[in-house]
């Protein structure tokens, strides 16, 4: 079983920057609601109107995919060089604009 994940990178519109992985690969707004990288930019800074998300994804491993877990990330973490390795594949990348209309309604408190 391969594993997909993706390197993210936010940038708010207030200059804040936020990087890391994360399961799957996200390709909209909708996706990154669920991203604690995300959750916590927008929690954290509630004057944030536009974020850019950069998106890199990757297959580790062979056979069908899925999406890296937990477990995975923990593994992907915590080597500075996991993405040279041969098993790695990078499949795509894509970079997408999230305002604050779009996900506004998911952090109201």
Do not use: W
């Given at each position: 079983?391969?594993?997909?994940f993706?390197?993210?990178?936010?940038?708010?519109?207030?200059g804040?920057?936020?990087?890391?992985?994360?399961?799957?690969?996200p390709?909209?707004?909708?996706?990154?609601e669920?991203?604690?990288?995300?959750?916590?930019?927008?929690?954290e800074?509630s004057?944030?109107?536009?974020?850019?998300?950069?998106v890199?994804?990757?297959?580790?491993?062979?056979?069908?995919?899925?999406?890296?877990?937990e477990?995975?990330?923990?593994?992907?973490?915590?080597?500075?060089?996991?993405?040279?390795?041969?098993?790695?594949?990078?499949?795509?990348?894509?970079?997408?604009?999230?305002?604050?209309?779009?996900?506004?309604?998911h952090?109201?408190?």
């Amino acid at each position: 079983m391969s594993k997909q994940f993706s390197f993210v990178e936010l940038t708010a519109d207030n200059g804040i920057f936020l990087s890391g992985y994360v399961s799957g690969s996200p390709c909209d707004t909708d996706d990154m609601e669920s991203n604690d990288i995300f959750i916590d930019l927008i929690e954290e800074y509630s004057d944030i109107e536009i974020v850019e998300v950069k998106v890199q994804t990757f297959l580790y491993g062979e056979g069908e995919s899925e999406p890296a877990d937990e477990s995975d990330l923990e593994v992907i973490n915590a080597d500075i060089n996991f993405l040279k390795r041969d098993e790695v594949d990078f499949l795509c990348s894509l970079c997408f604009t999230a305002r604050n209309n779009d996900f506004e309604q998911h952090f109201e408190q």
